[in-house]
């Protein structure tokens, strides 16, 4: 069974940072692309960042590029997301998802049960 | 950018009722369209890829059409376990992926 778990998220001061992490289990992790996809409290899914299988290639929604950095461990089946310069309008659950193959634009045939990321001052 | 509308914003139906959801593509997404589900507190659930195919586990009477720029989510016999939000998304054209901004399905 694929199993996503998220980790990291906490209250952070506006211009602060956090780095989320996501352990995968079930699956041959190195085989398959990863996303991170938010959702503002009671709001819609937007995807902020995707991985491709090795690495070697990333992608970032335009609100969070240049703040936001994508990285993977596969020896360790871990996925991360690097936030700083973190803003009010990231605050939102972030759910990791797992697509369907090695690349990242893809549907989502997994997900993670998300973690709250709340930016406050 | 990619946008992906959906329509309604609120569907009000009864149980046992056909439902019938639209999203709508700015451009030609071919048939790289998902839905989704997601019930409040959960993580959302693959319904459809591929604009037609229903993934795995998914009950025959959620059903997927079109290709394009209009698409399709009908729920033949709304049971109460379907009251939720449903989302399209496009994989077509990225970054970024993007999402409509939902359809929440609630009971008349």
């Known amino acids: 069974e694929v199993q996503l778990e998220e980790s990291g998220g906490g209250v952070v001061r506006p211009g602060g940072s956090l780095r989320l992490s996501c352990a995968a289990s079930g699956f041959t992790f190195g085989d398959y692309g990863m996303s991170w996809v938010r959702q503002a409290p009671g709001k819609g899914l937007e995807w902020v960042s995707g991985?491709?299988?090795?690495?070697?290639?990333?992608g970032y929604a335009d609100s969070v590029k240049g703040r936001f950095t994508i990285s993977r461990d596969n020896a360790k089946n871990s996925l991360h997301l690097q936030m700083s310069s973190l803003r009010a309008e990231d605050t939102a659950f972030y759910y990791c998802?797992?697509?369907?193959?090695?690349?990242?634009?893809?549907?989502?045939?997994?997900w993670g049960q998300g973690t709250l990321v709340t930016v406050s001052s | 950018e990619m946008v992906m509308t959906q329509s309604p914003a609120t569907l009000s139906v009864s149980p046992g009722e056909r439902a019938t959801l639209s999203c709508r593509a700015s451009q030609s997404v071919s048939s790289n369209l998902a839905w989704y589900q997601q019930k409040p507190g959960q993580a959302p659930r693959l319904l459809i890829y591929?604009?037609?195919t229903r993934a795995t586990g998914i009950p025959a009477r959620f059903s997927g059409s079109g290709s394009g720029t209009e698409f399709t989510l009908t729920i033949s016999s709304l049971q109460s376990e379907d009251f939720a939000v449903y989302y399209c998304?496009?994989?077509?054209?990225?970054?970024?992926?993007?999402f409509g901004g939902g359809t929440k399905v609630e009971i008349k």
């Open positions: 998802a797992r697509p369907s193959g090695s690349s990242i634009p893809s549907y989502f045939a997994s």
């Open positions: 998304q496009q994989y077509y054209m990225w970054p970024p992926l993007t």
């Open positions: 591929g604009a037609s």
């Open positions: 991985i491709n299988w090795n690495g070697g290639s990333a």
